[in-house]
């Protein structure tokens, strides 16, 4: 495999820091400064600052309860991240997905490439659920828009399915979507002048949260 590849299935870092890594001259292959684009196997010895990596075997998935205020990245510049919450077994695992900052619940990191693709890529389509509470409540009209016909933002429609969590209380919706682009949730009814109060995401895919607490980490048997 291609020498970034490996280092990022060694170390739980990104493609792009593994090619970083490689052109401040700080891997070695069987002792040999590492080339960007080089091909190594697994019988090869390949360092890192010094130290021999090997990339993870067994699969491993977790779910984990993100809380408010901790971003989904190896690099906080100055914020806190999943990283700093996870048990040390789980911090070589990547994110499935995103969650912005200021937004709770359901997070699914794994080392299984095939499971990230199959949650990820577009034309699988797998649903997510998230519980919405608005500044204000929602304007029938606003809600009709929503569902039926969707929003026009600047990297194109989003249309969301909107459910009342509780009779008689307009601030509070359950949100069902397919979608997933940068901050589409809130942005879409910043659009329409809401302010989003919280937001939480309870589904992703075939997966719940259920009663996981706040920063704890569940397994998922394969």
Same mark, same amino acid.
């Given at each position: 495999?291609?020498?970034?590849?490996?280092?990022?299935?060694?170390?739980?870092? *990104?493609?792009?820091?593994? $090619?970083?890594? !490689?052109?401040?001259?700080?891997? /070695? #292959?069987?002792? %040999?400064?590492?080339?960007?684009? *080089?091909?190594?196997?697994? $019988?090869?010895? !390949?360092?890192?600052?010094?130290? /021999? #990596?090997?990339? %993870?075997?067994?699969?491993?998935?977790?779910?984990?309860?993100?809380?408010?205020?901790?971003?989904?990245?190896?690099?906080?510049?100055?914020?806190?991240?999943?990283?700093?919450?996870?048990?040390?077994?789980?911090?070589?695992?990547?994110?499935?997905?995103?969650?912005?900052?200021?937004?709770?619940?359901?997070?699914?990191?794994?080392?299984?490439?095939?499971?990230?693709?199959?949650?990820?890529?577009?034309?699988?389509?797998?649903?997510?659920?998230?519980?919405?509470?608005?500044?204000?409540?929602?304007?029938?009209?606003?809600?009709?828009?929503?569902?039926?016909?969707?929003?026009?933002?600047?990297?194109?429609?989003?249309?969301?399915?909107?459910?009342?969590?509780?009779?008689?209380?307009?601030?509070?919706?359950?949100?069902?979507?397919?979608?997933?682009?940068?901050?589409?949730?809130?942005?879409?009814?910043?659009?329409?002048?809401?302010?989003?109060?919280?937001?939480?995401?309870?589904?992703?895919?075939?997966?719940?949260?259920?009663?996981?607490?706040?920063?704890?980490?569940?397994?998922?048997?394969?």
């Amino acid at each position: 495999m291609r020498i970034n590849k490996y280092i990022a299935q060694s170390t739980g870092i *990104s493609r792009r820091m593994a $090619d970083r890594a !490689v052109a401040a001259g700080r891997v /070695t #292959i069987n002792g %040999v400064t590492a080339e960007a684009g *080089s091909a190594v196997s697994t $019988d090869e010895t !390949v360092q890192l600052d010094g130290r /021999t #990596i090997t990339p %993870v075997v067994n699969t491993v998935t977790v779910m984990f309860h993100k809380p408010v205020g901790c971003v989904v990245s190896r690099e906080g510049q100055g914020s806190l991240t999943i990283y700093d919450l996870l048990p040390d077994e789980y911090r070589l695992l990547k994110p499935i997905g995103r969650l912005d900052k200021n937004t709770s619940g359901l997070l699914l990191l794994t080392n299984d490439g095939n499971l990230a693709n199959e949650l990820t890529h577009p034309r699988y389509a797998k649903t997510k659920i998230y519980e919405v509470t608005l500044g204000k409540p929602l304007e029938p009209l606003h809600r009709q828009m929503i569902n039926d016909h969707g929003i026009n933002l600047e990297d194109g429609n989003s249309q969301l399915q909107l459910e009342r969590i509780a009779d008689g209380d307009d601030t509070r919706w359950r949100i069902t979507m397919t979608e997933g682009r940068n901050r589409q949730i809130r942005r879409t009814f910043e659009s329409l002048n809401y302010y989003v109060a919280a937001l939480h995401r309870t589904h992703f895919g075939s997966y719940a949260l259920g009663d996981l607490q706040p920063r704890r980490v569940q397994v998922i048997t394969p």
